[in-house]
């Protein structure tokens, strides 16, 4: 699970680097140079309360002018990953620009320290883990459109803590051989409990023409920090601009990581449920 995510995650982030034009008015949001740009570093790290190893992921970002499919990892740099109960894990890499964990284990509650020194330089970020929500229920139901076609509208029903500010990313998939981003055009799909803290949320995904009855849908509800939350969310509204001449000048999503890194470090709990459409 955790390997899906993180190339998803991947693939979105060394798009928006390359391709985004929009930028959005937030904190920590880095711009990029279109004058050539510089080659900037991409992280891309997951800690998760499933059974490990987990990923770091390092890359180099493209130029605005020359796009292309191959960013070109980074090896042979130092990772590690501690967190608050005193213990750090000095990860491998097992192929390049891949390093993974060996004795850390993801916890619920606990915060989470990366650091990377990579070509004389250092990158650090924090992710505090929180507790699982568990999926109560998962509703799918067929509806006619206007044109005749018939879709499913997924519902996510789950019980938002009594705490205030909980933030979920809900990662569908699906027994029909298409990309996350054609289930109804958004790659990632966000919640956060402003309007609804401590009751029940019911999250509605509407899913394109591509499904079936007898498909298989799995839902994982992740549980996620706030930086985790407005990263996807920037990184959202860059992958659905119009990318028109007109548009503002490129930016990338919000991060966590500093030093001018690009991409994210996420600690996050998950509960998985799935359903077979009727």
Same mark, same amino acid.
């Given at each position: 699970?955790?390997?899906?995510?993180?190339?998803?995650?991947?693939?979105? #982030?060394?798009?928006?680097?390359?391709?985004?034009?929009?930028?959005?008015?937030?904190?920590?949001?880095?711009?990029?140079?279109?004058?050539?740009?510089?080659?900037?570093?991409?992280?891309?790290?997951?800690?998760?309360?499933?059974?490990?190893?987990?990923?770091?992921?390092?890359?180099?970002?493209?130029?605005?002018?020359?796009? *292309?499919?191959?960013?070109?990892?980074? #090896?042979?740099?130092?990772?590690? !990953?501690?967190?608050?109960?005193? =213990?750090?894990?000095?990860?491998?890499?097992?192929?390049?620009?891949?390093?993974?964990?060996?004795?850390?284990?993801?916890?619920?509650?606990?915060?989470?320290?990366?650091?990377?020194?990579?070509?004389?330089?250092?990158?650090?970020? !924090?992710?505090?883990?929180?507790?699982?929500?568990?999926?109560?229920?998962?509703?799918?139901?067929?509806?006619?459109?206007?044109?005749?076609?018939? =879709?499913?509208?997924?519902? =996510?029903?789950?019980?938002? /803590?009594?705490?205030?500010?909980?933030?979920?990313?809900?990662?569908?998939?699906? *027994?029909?051989?298409?990309?996350?981003? *054609?289930?109804?055009?958004?790659?990632?799909?966000?919640?956060?409990?402003?309007?609804?803290?401590?009751?029940?949320?019911?999250?509605?995904?509407?899913?394109?023409?591509?499904?079936?009855?007898?498909?298989?849908?799995?839902?994982?509800?992740?549980?996620?920090?706030?930086?985790?939350?407005?990263?996807?969310?920037?990184?959202?509204?860059?992958?659905?601009?119009?990318? *028109?001449?007109?548009?503002?000048?490129?930016?990338? /999503?919000? #991060?966590?990581? #500093?030093?001018?890194?690009?991409?994210?470090?996420?600690?996050?709990?998950?509960?998985?449920?799935?359903?077979?459409?009727?």
């Amino acid at each position: 699970m955790s390997t899906r995510f993180s190339r998803h995650a991947r693939t979105a #982030t060394l798009a928006a680097a390359a391709l985004a034009l929009a930028a959005v008015s937030c904190q920590k949001v880095i711009s990029i140079d279109l004058n050539n740009a510089n080659p900037q570093m991409v992280t891309e790290a997951i800690v998760t309360d499933q059974p490990g190893p987990y990923t770091v992921s390092l890359s180099k970002s493209g130029d605005y002018f020359t796009p *292309s499919l191959y960013f070109p990892p980074v #090896t042979h740099a130092f990772v590690t !990953i501690a967190d608050n109960l005193g =213990v750090t894990d000095t990860l491998k890499e097992t192929l390049p620009g891949a390093y993974h964990t060996s004795v850390l284990h993801g916890g619920q509650g606990r915060t989470y320290y990366l650091r990377v020194v990579a070509e004389g330089k250092e990158y650090d970020a !924090i992710s505090t883990m929180p507790p699982r929500v568990p999926i109560d229920t998962l509703v799918a139901l067929r509806t006619r459109q206007s044109d005749g076609d018939q =879709v499913y509208n997924l519902y =996510v029903i789950f019980k938002d /803590p009594p705490e205030p500010g909980n933030y979920y990313r809900m990662n569908l998939r699906v *027994s029909v051989p298409i990309s996350p981003d *054609s289930i109804d055009g958004r790659r990632y799909h966000l919640y956060n409990d402003k309007l609804t803290n401590g009751n029940e949320a019911a999250v509605k995904i509407r899913m394109r023409n591509h499904f079936q009855p007898g498909d298989t849908v799995w839902v994982d509800l992740l549980s996620i920090d706030k930086a985790s939350y407005d990263y996807f969310n920037t990184l959202n509204n860059i992958l659905t601009s119009d990318r *028109s001449p007109t548009s503002l000048a490129p930016a990338n /999503p919000n #991060t966590n990581l #500093t030093n001018g890194a690009l991409g994210y470090f996420a600690a996050y709990s998950m509960d998985s449920k799935m359903i077979v459409l009727q």
